[in-house]
């Protein structure tokens, strides 16, 4: 949600503020999402591992380098092609925030397949992940457009959501085989940030 | 009997007068307009109003009225508010501009008043609200033209382009407000970066912003850093400030004076009361310039007006 609220002060710069650019973000963040429920749900059912689990908060760190690093170089030439503000900016959501978005949206149904170890709590624990998952993103956009932006530049905010998702792969990676249930519900929280 | 009813006729036109009058002098003391024309666009409401001759554009009626702009039926040319006639100073810079620029087109006194300034000059007009365009022409007799195009969209990617294509225009007026302010990303170091690349020597950048808010320090030091120096404009019966700035080394006063004396006859009909203006115009830094520069990076506008 952190980055998602920084989508509309990334695009506008070459797509203008206009209603349509909040549009194009909200709509990739949420096929992205969907995407990554439904590709995170069919990997839970091989092999499920903390390994692979955590592998995902830094790989969506990773896929969201580009939006730091090469947001110019991307924005600038679909600018120059695409006249159109609305397809511009839908485009431009597309390469810049998919791929992490999607990456993230695997995190839910995965941590709910590591959680579930009886049949009868799957739906306790579900709903104990929507919630964390939920507040989280809340936190996330509350922090984000009531602090983060007056406090820093929207860079340092998004290298602080690289960070925290690279600490929490790490962090799932280092104790996967210790105290697992405990992380994977403490990295829950990270997983819309 | 025909004069009884004559008699009747001009009763009841002389009673209906009397009403129409009553219901004018109603409203003038209330000063509760009339709404002739409402309508909800994508962006926000939008209110056309009436009192008398003047009729007035208003945006977001329900969070506190603010007239956009208004006319006098009976006097279309006169400008009605200090911030449209103030944007006209720097016609004191440039006398003469063949290509102007307006963000944000309102009622569209500012384009209209050019056009009729200067009928050979090209005036691009970009406003993100169709139904701004809309309302404009059937409300505020705008009109588009051979020399006067309108595009509909945001400011800023037009500026942009326009800069990579290499188009320059002799005067550029930024006017274009979204809900409470100016928005954001039009605030930027970098937006004014892209805003000088349409520039040439002889262009004039004219800026209406508002005197009184916190971002006024912000805002200041933002061109400042981009122009170096800038003439701040404000009147004393106005809450805006207006930024008129140049590539250039801002010229003497003197110069402006001279000019002042020069355009006083054609800006006259339009209530611009040019002659005035160049002591009023000062390089003068009356702004905190420890203040942050907005950058795309950092501009978190509506937050740093609420404090």
Known sequence: ?????????????????????????????????ALGYLLGGRLSTRTPSATIYGLFFVGAALFALPIILLADSIMRPIMIYIEDARYGSLFASIFLFFIPTSILGMI????????VDKEEHSGHMAGLLYFISTLGSALGTLGTSFYFVLWYEVNQILWGAVISLVLAGVAVLFFENTIKADVTVGSGGYAKK | MAVVDMLRNRIHAIFSELIQLLALMFFAVNSNAETIHEERS?????????????????????????????????DPNRLVFDYTRMSFAGLLLQQAPQSILVIGLG?????????????????????????????????FQFNESQNMRV???DGRPFIKRAGLRGEKYDYIVLD??????????????????EVKAIMTDESVLVANTFSTSRLYDHESVTYQRAFNEFYNFKLPTSGNRIIIAQLDLLPPREELVEASRRLEARLDKYGVNITDYPRRLTTRADWDMSRRELTDQYSPGNLLRGN
């Open chain 1, 1 to 33: 949600m952190t980055i998602e609220m920084l989508g509309a002060r990334i695009l506008s710069p070459y797509f203008g503020g206009s209603l349509s650019v909040w549009g194009s973000i909200i709509t990739i963040f949420m096929l992205a999402l």
């Open chain 1, 108 to 115: 839910s149904p995965y941590s709910v397949r590591l959680m």
């Open chain 2, 42 to 74: 994508k962006y926000r409401d939008i209110t056309v109003t009436q009192v008398g001759e003047r009729r007035c554009l208003l945006f977001n009626v329900h969070r506190g009225d603010r007239n956009q702009t208004c006319m006098m039926l009976d």
């Open chain 2, 107 to 139: 009622g569209g006194s500012i384009p209209m008043t050019f056009a009729d300034l200067f009928p050979s000059a090209q005036i691009d007009v970009i406003e993100i609200d169709d139904a701004v365009v809309k309302v404009a022409k059937e409300y």
């Open chain 2, 151 to 153: 595009f509909v969209g």
């Open chain 2, 176 to 193: 274009a407000f979204s809900g409470d302010y100016i928005p954001e990303h039009m605030l930027t170091r970098e937006f004014l970066e």
